[in-house]
């Protein structure tokens, strides 16, 4: 079936280094892919999001691009604040009308 | 961005009881609605996805009877813990799409059972 495998955390950066969070995915057809953020204590908010191939998401300073040759859409960002800790989740929506696939998270905190 | 929201935001309940959630969408109408749990430190789990006007379609392992759910406009869902226990205690999530088949999330609400 579909699933999305993220890096385990936690990733601990100093502020302004440089993140990755990688995120691979598995699925049939051609998915939206997501990531979303949780800050302590609150439910998801939408990051960014790519709808198909090459295409790149971008918001507050993170990107993701849309790769389906290696069915990957990392998340990064250049340089990282303490306000960006937080749990990332990579998910993919299959297609149509169908509920998102989310990987199991992953954690970044960022020490300054 | 658009807006879901939920309330209560937390709840304490005694064992037995039961505890209804309300999920809403602000600024835009939602067909769909979803249900997610969430363990402490884990993903979320897909609980039940919800259509305005039709019954709720529940993932496997879910029960129906324990976790009922009412998507009664395009507007608001509810999910209702029925006789809750102490391994009910989570935190609930609800998600609702928009028309750009977008899904947008609730803050949340966190329920403890005693």
């Known amino acids: 079936g579909d699933s999305v495998t993220q890096m385990e955390g936690p990733v601990t950066l100093s502020e302004e280094a440089f993140l990755t969070i990688n995120c691979t995915y598995t699925a049939t057809g051609y998915p939206s892919l997501f990531w979303y953020v949780q800050y302590p204590g609150e439910g998801l908010q939408l990051l960014l999001k790519?709808?198909?191939?090459?295409d790149k998401g971008s918001n507050k300073g993170f990107e993701a691009t849309y790769r389906k040759e290696t069915t990957s859409f990392h998340l990064e960002k250049g340089s990282v604040q303490v306000s960006d800790s937080a749990v990332y989740f990579c998910?993919?929506?299959?297609?149509?009308?169908?509920?998102?696939?989310f990987g199991k998270g992953t954690r970044l905190s960022v020490i300054a | 961005g658009a807006v879901v929201s939920q309330h209560p935001s937390w709840v304490i309940c005694k064992s037995g009881t039961s505890v209804k959630i309300e999920c809403r969408s602000l600024?835009?109408?939602?067909?769909?609605m979803f249900w997610y749990r969430q363990f402490p430190k884990q993903s979320l789990m897909l609980m039940a996805t919800?259509?305005?006007?039709?019954?709720?379609?529940?993932e496997q392992g879910v029960e129906k009877d324990k976790f009922l759910i009412n998507h009664a406009s395009l507007t608001l869902s509810t999910l209702t813990v029925t006789s809750a226990h102490p391994e009910d205690s989570s935190f609930y999530i609800c998600?609702?799409?928009?028309?750009?088949?977008?899904?947008?999330f609730g803050p949340g609400t966190r329920l403890l059972v005693l």
């Open positions: 790519a709808t198909k191939a090459d």
């Open positions: 600024d835009f109408q939602a067909t769909t």
């Open positions: 998910a993919l929506r299959p297609s149509g009308n169908t509920p998102l696939v």
């Open positions: 919800s259509n305005e006007g039709s019954k709720a379609t529940y």
């Open positions: 998600s609702a799409r928009d028309p750009s088949e977008t899904q947008y």
